[in-house]
């Protein structure tokens, strides 16, 4: 099946700093989102990109779609203690009917205040 | 709040017993999906239903497990004689009929088996 890469695991940082974070897979996909977990609590999309070389933006964060269709990343700028949570990517193939999400590990994103 | 509701947010179950979990989709929703969490892991597929069918149930275990959208009430995902394994944070999703792409979550429901 399908696989995504999600890195890094974790990162402290300061608030303020910028922040990058990415997901790499085996096969394509034609959708990409971000999603933001905080705890117990369900994913809330942040992000949906639907075209290979999409730069989307939604606040302080950016994502994009990579050419390949195997990659997507997000940043998030000038961070804040409230964008402490996990942030999973998810991708989507419509290929042979499939309506699943795969998603990536997840990164544990703290902000020290 | 017009959002994915979930019932119960935690359940407790003793080893064989049934657990069942509610999902009431977005207003305006008529597809919904389960996936599994496990701790520390991304979200996993389990099933995807439309009111009164199942379209894909390629992630569900083949036993004990089973998922239903009547076309009255919420979507139930039933874990009949649950094991340990089966904890986990199980979350419901729905989206609308031209963009299933994009799927909104709920708060998920915590089961434990003791």
């Known amino acids: 099946g399908q696989q995504l890469n999600q890195s890094p695991q974790s990162m402290f940082i300061q608030e303020g700093e910028d922040v990058s974070m990415n997901c790499t897979s085996s096969?394509?996909?034609?959708?990409w989102l971000w999603y933001k977990q905080d705890p117990g609590e369900g994913p809330v999309l942040l992000i949906a990109?639907?075209?290979?070389?999409e730069l989307t933006s939604n606040g302080r964060l950016t994502a994009q779609f990579g050419i390949t269709r195997k990659d997507s990343f997000l940043n998030i700028s000038a961070s804040i203690p409230s964008d402490v949570g996990i942030y999973f990517c998810a991708g989507h193939y419509s290929g042979a009917g499939s309506y699943q999400l795969t998603f990536g590990k997840g990164t544990k994103l703290s902000v020290i205040p | 709040n017009a959002g994915v509701m979930q019932n119960p947010r935690h359940l407790v179950r003793r080893r064989g017993q049934e657990a069942r979990l509610r999902c009431s989709p977005m207003?305006?929703?008529?597809?919904v999906y389960w996936y599994r969490q496990l701790p520390e892991e991304g979200l996993k597929f389990m099933v995807y239903?439309?009111?009164?069918?199942?379209?894909?149930e390629s992630g569900m275990p083949k036993e004990r497990f089973s998922a239903e959208f009547p076309k009255e009430g919420p979507s139930i995902l039933r874990i009949q004689q649950v094991v340990r394994g089966d904890s986990a944070a199980y979350f419901c999703a729905s989206s609308n009929n031209w963009n299933y792409n994009e799927q909104f979550f709920g708060p998920g429901t915590r089961l434990t088996v003791l």
């Open positions: 096969s394509i996909f034609n959708t």
């Open positions: 207003k305006g929703h008529s597809h």
């Open positions: 990109l639907y075209k290979a070389g």
């Open positions: 239903l439309q009111k009164e069918n199942i379209i894909d």
